[in-house]
């Protein structure tokens, strides 16, 4: 083992402390130990000042933040070219030092979100870096400029920091580039002509800042760029406008393989210059207010794996030449004003499809019952198409399914059997809205239908009973149907292993008998809506156990009782709606005293008596208070008028 040069351990799911006997492979040129969690740590590095022959390090996720020796140490090492320390939790560089890297051409400490308002200035002495990655921290301010010593850069990646200024002109000098990340900071100002002498840059991304104004024709001579993302810039400009400046004078038209223009405030029309771009693979156009109907010729467009145009005001029927972009995988139509027929031909040739979202659109999707889709999506949104009254057995081929809403559908049928085999790796299920009938299966989340975390059964007319959960279900709502019976089948049985579930919505039901005492193996619940059932009974004191309880609705039951002390353990409530039931006693002192974060009380019709607790008064963020209807005495806290957040609402 003295003799290994070359050890990588990365993602082979190890955990614990890194091992110090490392530091005995003193002939090691290439250590990486990088992992996808920070279940490996070091508390120091002093076994890495024997690998006086590495030249590549990686230690990415690696948690060093008990490391503080890790500067010191690794600039001992005179042979480093690369080190990967990206999310090492390091926070804080040192400011100034001597530094050896003298053959250092690979630096990323980036995703350590470094308390360090800027950029120490030894980094700019590392004159010999062509990649920089320092994205996913804190600086802030202009771009120091220092690094305008760094022109050897090919690679420069400030993604996710906070600096804002304009981009100074003299990083236009960095002919080498070929990589630029601004994205996700705060430059303003234009996009200036200046980008036309980076002239090696194949990926620029300026997204997410406050840069205004139009493209520059110059960045269409940019003849190496294969990907542009301008996302989240005010352009405020026509599509086509865009579309012109970067066609002239023409060499990105056989090169740009990724456009992204989503929320850029643009507007205008699908237009056939679009292709003109050969080669464009990935395109997206969100989140703007791009109008008119998606033109035949898209279909022309052969090269395009990602389309975008979700939520604009496209409108027209969907053509069906977008069957023919047989390497389409993922397809974006959400939210437009589409509408008209879709059939088997716009799917004929999508084979490759694996993303179809398409919801908010009122679509009708003509199918025969026996038609097999070319494709195996793993993502299916189609919520607000018609689909009905049927339930679609097309579906049934499709067996990868992580996400699927086929809610406001017209769905009036049963679900088959077959349905709830479809998928072992479902993830969200949202059939609401519809009316499909009949009884589920006696258990929701695991096998049949494994691994749910979502389910949306809500707005239909299932009955029955309800059903057994899996433990996995973070989600599940099954308001307004026609479920009877008790609740505890649900919360009570089999509770070997821990349960996840933080919504829990069955309001609107026939859903009778008390309400269980068993709240505490669902201890990370958030919301809690029961209303409208004909619940009877106390509320059981293991509710009060929910500590993480944020919303807690029992309105127009037949619950009785006083309230129990219990409650005054939720802490962080901020809504709680128990009017319409039979609840007596005085009105605890302990709401005012303990639920100070409280915006909504409800208590009305019920048979609370005594006096109001002055106590109510110190809900500083109230903003509905309801004690109607129940039979109180004596008169209303003068203090009531220092509840501002009611004033101010």
Not at 7 to 22: D, I
Not at 372 to 383: I, R, T
Not at 485 to 511: Q, V
């Amino acid at each position: 083992m003295h003799t290994l040069r070359y050890l990588n351990l990365s993602a082979a799911g190890f955990g614990g402390v890194v091992p110090p006997q490392l530091g005995n492979l003193t002939n090691l040129h290439v250590l990486d130990l990088h992992h996808f969690s920070s279940l490996v740590y070091a508390e120091n590095l002093q076994w890495l000042s024997h690998l006086v022959k590495l030249k590549h390090l990686d230690l990415s996720r690696v948690d060093l933040s008990k490391a503080s020796d890790w500067f010191q140490v690794t600039n001992t090492l005179p042979s480093l070219v690369e080190i990967h320390l990206s999310g090492c939790q390091l926070h804080r560089l040192p400011l100034q030092a001597d530094v050896n890297f003298s053959s250092l051409s690979i630096l990323d400490l980036s995703s350590n979100s470094f308390s360090n308002p800027s950029i120490p200035g030894w980094i700019f002495k590392l004159n010999s870096l062509v990649s920089l990655d320092l994205s996913h921290n804190n600086f802030q301010g202009q771009l120091p400029h220092g690094l305008r010593n760094l022109s050897s850069l090919r690679y420069l990646n400030l993604y996710w920091n906070n600096f804002n200024s304009s981009i100074p002109s003299w990083l236009y000098g960095f002919t080498s580039l070929e990589f630029l990340n601004l994205g996700s900071n705060y430059f303003h100002g234009s996009i200036s002509n200046g980008f036309q002498n980076l002239t090696s840059l194949t990926t620029l991304d300026l997204s997410g800042n406050e840069l205004t104004g139009a493209v520059p024709n110059s960045m269409g001579s940019l003849c190496s760029l294969k990907k542009i993302k301008l996302s989240g810039l005010h352009l405020s400009r026509d599509l086509s406008e865009i579309l012109r400046a970067l066609s002239s004078p023409g060499c990105l038209l056989n090169r740009l393989e990724s456009l992204y223009l989503d929320s850029c405030e643009i507007f205008g029309h699908l237009t056939d210059r679009l292709l003109l771009f050969k080669n464009l693979a990935d395109l997206s156009l969100s989140r703007n207010s791009i109008s008119g109907s998606i033109p035949v010729s898209l279909g022309l467009l052969a090269s395009l794996r990602t389309l975008d145009l979700s939520k604009n005001r496209v409108n027209g029927t969907l053509p069906e030449s977008i069957g023919q972009l047989w390497k389409m995988e993922k397809l974006w139509l959400s939210h437009n004003m589409l509408e008209g027929v879709v059939s088997e031909v716009h799917f004929a040739n999508l084979t490759r499809l694996r993303l179809f979202q398409a919801s908010g659109n009122p679509l009708v999707l003509e199918a025969s019952p026996e038609w097999v889709p070319p494709f195996q999506l793993g993502v299916m949104a189609l919520s607000s198409w018609h689909l009905g009254p049927k339930f679609p057995s097309w579906l049934r081929s499709q067996r990868d399914f992580v996400y699927l809403d086929i809610s406001v559908t017209g769905i009036i049928d049963t679900i088959p059997n077959w349905f709830w085999n479809l998928s072992t790796i479902y993830f969200s299920l949202n059939l609401s809205h519809n009316q499909i009938y009949g009884e589920l299966p006696h258990r929701i989340g695991t096998s049949p239908v494994a691994d749910l975390v979502y389910v949306d059964l809500s707005f239909n007319h299932f009955d029955g009973p309800l059903p057994c959960l899996s433990s996995e279900v973070n989600t599940l709502d099954l308001s307004n149907n026609l479920f009877s019976g008790p609740i505890s089948n649900l919360l009570c049985s089999k509770m070997e292993e821990p349960y996840w579930l933080e919504i829990l919505h069955l309001a609107d039901n026939h859903l009778s008998g008390e309400i269980p005492d068993c709240w505490m193996n669902w201890p990370n619940l958030v919301s809690v809506d029961l209303e409208n059932n004909s619940l009877s009974g106390v509320i059981p004191s293991s509710m009060g156990s929910l500590n993480l309880l944020q919303s807690l609705h029992l309105r127009k039951n037949n619950l009785s009782g006083v309230l129990p002390s219990s409650l005054q353990n939720c802490t962080i409530l901020l809504a709680i709606d128990l009017g319409e039931n039979h609840f007596v006693g005085n009105i605890p002192g302990w709401i005012g005293e303990k639920l100070s974060d409280s915006i909504i009380i409800s208590l009305g019709s019920n048979r609370f008596q005594g006096q109001i607790p002055d106590n109510l008064c110190s809900l500083s963020y109230l903003t509905i208070l309801d004690l109607a209807h129940n039979n109180l005495s004596g008169t209303i806290p003068k203090c009531f008028m220092n509840l501002s957040a009611m004033a101010a609402n």
